[in-house]
């Protein structure tokens, strides 16, 4: 049984540019967190899907937005980046009937140059 | 807004020693409370979480409290060995029937455990 996976592992873009990340979450779980850790902090929630819709956004701007799927699997894009949106990006599922336990994706590494 | 408080930001100890986190919440209608433990270059791993209904839950070498009134919960790490060593974050949230709860971080500790 596989866990939550991320994909990419390690992406470098430059300014200005796009990016799109991807989650898959656990079996069993339909709710898809994501959040955002900088270098030496904790995670900051970015928002959360259930049923292919944004039920809840933390304080991040309109550039980030996100989407998912019928099979529960999950996007973060994000557009017109700046230097600030380096970080590490992760995502969370939680089991069905909105389950109270988070379980983490080994995060996708965005560097913006 | 929504805040968490940990302390301290670094904690050394020895090997065989106790480890306690502290945290405090801003939120008094948060219910849910769990720690995750983050290795270097890994992914935060749930170790233990306690529901506001309860005031303490054992699970082996750990062990977390919360204090409802207060707005405090803590983890505590009895007889620590060296693979211990990582930063923990605590947590809160809100959990409705209706969602799972977003989560509200602390800054992390870095727990150094001595050979």
């Known amino acids: 049984d596989a866990g939550v996976t991320q994909s990419p592992t390690h992406l470098i873009k430059t300014r200005g540019q796009q990016v799109t990340l991807r989650c898959s979450p656990k079996?069993?779980?339909?709710?898809v967190s994501w959040y955002q850790q900088a270098l030496g902090q904790g995670p900051q929630f970015i928002f959360q899907?259930?049923?292919?819709?944004?039920?809840q956004r933390g304080n991040f701007p309109d550039r980030f937005s996100g989407h998912q799927f019928p099979n529960y699997s999950s996007e973060l894009n994000v557009n017109a980046l700046l230097l600030g949106d380096s970080a590490l990006y992760l995502c969370?599922?939680?089991?069905?009937?909105?389950?109270?336990?988070?379980?983490f994706g080994p995060g996708t590494r965005l560097t913006v140059t | 807004g929504e805040n968490v408080e940990q302390h301290p930001s670094t904690l050394s100890v020895q090997e065989g020693d106790s480890a306690v986190i502290k945290c405090t919440y801003s939120?008094?209608?948060?219910?849910?409370f769990p720690w995750y433990k983050q290795e270097l270059g890994k992914r935060p791993q749930l170790i233990i979480d306690?529901?506001?209904?309860?005031g303490e839950k054992k699970d082996q070498r750990i062990a977390v409290t919360l204090n409802k009134t207060a707005k405090h919960f803590s983890l505590h790490i009895t007889e620590t060995q060296p693979e211990d060593s990582a930063v923990y974050f605590c947590?809160?949230?809100?959990?409705?029937?209706?969602?799972?709860?977003?989560?509200?971080f602390g800054q992390g500790t870095t727990l150094q455990v001595k050979p």
């Open positions: 969370a599922s939680s089991p069905l009937s909105h389950g109270s336990e988070q379980y």
């Open positions: 079996s069993g779980h339909d709710t």
């Open positions: 899907y259930y049923e292919e819709e944004e039920r």
């Open positions: 939120d008094s209608a948060s219910n849910y």
């Open positions: 306690i529901r506001s209904n309860v």
């Open positions: 947590a809160a949230s809100l959990k409705r029937s209706s969602n799972t709860g977003k989560l509200i």
